[in-house]
């Protein structure tokens, strides 16, 4: 059965709290994120590279045509709206098929990862934006920087296939403001 509510919120922010703890130097050396490659992480450093805007859990469309993406405000079905968190994430390929398993080379062929997802900014050797929480070391500053689906979305559950296009949404594109706000 998925975690639900506080159970949900819990484990999440205890999956971030372990992430941090990866991230923290024993030494002055840079954190694995700007030491190692993607394919030279273990696998909880590779987990925590996800910020949990859950933007790449957005649906979208693709024009056959032109082969263009865009994105929609429909979220995966299995999406938690208030923690940006996979109600199963172990098991999310039973109920999803076609998500799409993150690795170094999905990566870096993929397309429509937003521009802030930590993967992507990784990949391309950039690093990690202030809200990350291995930047901030808090998992709640990609919500209180606006990055976070949370409160932008409808589930996949309550619409129709044909009418996802009145559901297109251009935020998930855009790389908000990129400054730490002072206070």
Known sequence: MPLQ?????????????????????????????????????????????????????????????????????????LLDEDTCRCRDYPNRHDFVPDCIPLDPKTVRTLTWLPPTCGYRLIAEGRDLYWWHPLVSGDPETVHDAGISTSGRTVSESDIPVEEYEEFIVEWPGQIPETEKPEG
């Open 5 to 77: 509510g506080k159970d949900a919120r819990d484990a999440a922010a205890s999956a971030q709290q372990d992430a941090a703890l990866v991230s923290a130097p024993e030494t002055e050396e840079a954190p694995f994120w700007k030491r190692l490659t993607l394919e030279e992480m273990n696998p909880t450093q590779w987990e925590s590279l996800c910020d949990g805007c859950a933007r790449c859990c957005l649906n979208k469309l693709e024009d056959w045509d032109t082969g263009e993406i865009v994105w929609t405000a429909i979220a995966c079905e």
